[in-house]
Structures are given as structure tokens and as C-alpha cells.
């Protein structure tokens, strides 16, 4: 099983709302990542958990709160939104993240973000 | 800075045809380079992963090379399909001791037209 899925694939919220992003995989990776793509541009990495610790938060609002309950999962809580954070959020996992080895990064399929 | 910049933008090209896109990187200390492709919509599948002592890895009908000395890497897609349209990313990683930087290129939007 190399999937990652992600819920909901779409969500329309307003900016007063307290919301939550979920990402799973069961491949047994230790390191897994959010990023934010807007249309038409690549995407931004937000932030990467490695053996369920956060190792980076590339100075992500925040607005935005990461979550690693196990490390089979992974949460973004979403509160107090703009209507520009509105972007497609991608999950990602690898079987490790920095050291010297090179490992794969499956991605899931997104959520689809509006803010209204 | 670390970047990563990628040719052409976007590309035609009609079906069965080859083509190739072109990455440059400046990442440092390089650790490896990829190239990902999105559909629209969805989120990206790798396609190959060099490191800098590989010069070119091959994916079905993806070849990708790597020049560590220039920094620069191709993909090369061998009689298209209409099913390659989409955005073709490159992106490179940078190692340092307790980290890595990804950086990611901007794509190349490939449309295959019948």
C-alpha cells in the first residue's frame, strides 16, 4: 500500500471557523509533511515531522497548527483563516527525513481549501 | 540563495512526439534531485530521484539526466502521451546536518494535443 489519503478533498469555511485537515498512511514512514500550493505555482512547504516530533515549520502562521497524534497520522487545524490561505493542501510522507539517505515522498491528493 | 528554475513555462507538443524540460538548481549542499508530476488537481507523483552520482535514471518512458558540475537536469518524455499532460516539477534538496531544504520549481505545463 504506497497510498496517502487526505479529508476532506474539499472544505469552504469562513475566517471565523475552527477547522481540521487529516492525513493518513500506513506504509510505516517516520517523516511526514504539509505543504500549501496555490494555483498554478509549486508547493510551499509548511511543515515536517519527523518521528512524530516537529523538526521543521518553515515560519508557518499560526493560524496554522500542526498535529502528529502517531505517526501514522497527521493533523492541521485550521482558526482564524484569511481568504487568501485559500490553496490546496498537500499531504506528504517519506520512510525518513534528513540523514544521508534518499527516500521517496508519496503525496496525497489534497484538500481543496476555500475561505469565504 | 537556493533555487530552482525550470524551461520552458509551458509546452504543446502534439501526441507521440518526444520532448524534454530543463531544471536548473543552485541548491547547497545538494543531496538529490527529482522530477514530479501533477495532474491538475491532484497531488504530485514521482517520477525519479537522482542523487549526484547518477547521471540519468530512467522511469518507463521518463529518462531524467543530472549534471552535478552545471547544475542542471532533464526530463525526457519518449513518444507522448495524451495522458502526460500535466505539470512536470523539478525539485531539488539541500542536506545539512539535522535538516534538508526542498526547494521547488515553478513547472512545466505540458499539453499533448491528438
Known amino acids: 500500500d504506497t497510498e496517502v489519503t487526505q479529508t476532506p478533498k474539499h472544505l469552504v469555511m469562513g475566517m471565523t471557523n475552527k477547522k481540521s485537515l487529516k492525513c493518513e498512511q500506513h506504509m510505516g514512514h517516520r517523516a511526514m509533511y504539509w505543504y500549501k500550493q496555490k494555483a498554478k505555482k509549486p508547493p510551499e512547504l509548511m511543515f515536517v515531522?519527523?518521528?512524530?516530533?516537529?523538526?521543521i515549520n518553515e515560519s508557518v502562521p499560526s493560524r496554522f497548527s500542526p498535529e502528529c497524534p502517531n505517526s501514522s497520522l497527521l493533523n492541521l487545524h485550521l482558526h482564524a483563516l484569511q481568504p487568501e490561505d485559500s490553496a490546496l493542501y498537500l499531504c506528504?510522507?517519506?520512510?525518513?527525513?534528513?540523514?544521508?539517505?534518499?527516500?521517496?515522498?508519496?503525496f496525497g491528493p489534497g484538500t481543496r481549501l476555500t475561505v469565504t | 540563495k537556493n533555487q530552482v528554475e525550470q524551461s520552458p513555462q509551458s509546452l504543446i507538443i502534439l501526441e507521440g512526439k518526444n520532448c524534454t524540460l530543463q531544471?536548473?538548481?543552485?541548491?547547497?549542499?545538494?543531496?538529490?534531485l527529482r522530477w514530479y508530476k501533477q495532474d491538475t488537481g491532484r497531488g504530485p507523483v514521482s517520477l525519479t530521484i537522482?542523487?549526484?552520482?547518477?547521471n540519468t535514471k530512467s522511469n518507463g518512458r521518463y529518462t531524467a539526466t543530472l549534471d552535478a558540475d552545471t547544475k542542471q537536469s532533464s526530463l525526457h518524455i519518449t513518444a507522448s502521451q495524451l495522458s502526460d499532460s500535466a505539470s512536470y516539477i523539478c525539485?531539488?534538496?539541500?542536506?545539512?546536518?539535522?535538516?534538508?531544504?526542498?526547494?521547488f520549481g515553478s513547472g512545466t505545463r505540458l499539453s499533448i494535443r491528438p
Open positions: 531544471c536548473n538548481y543552485t541548491v547547497s549542499p545538494f543531496s538529490n
Open positions: 525539485v531539488s534538496e539541500g542536506r545539512y546536518s539535522s535538516a534538508s531544504k526542498i526547494i
Open positions: 506528504a510522507s517519506s520512510q525518513s527525513a534528513g540523514g544521508l539517505a534518499t527516500y521517496e515522498q508519496y
Open positions: 537522482m542523487t549526484f552520482s547518477e
Open positions: 515531522y519527523s518521528y512524530e516530533k516537529l523538526s
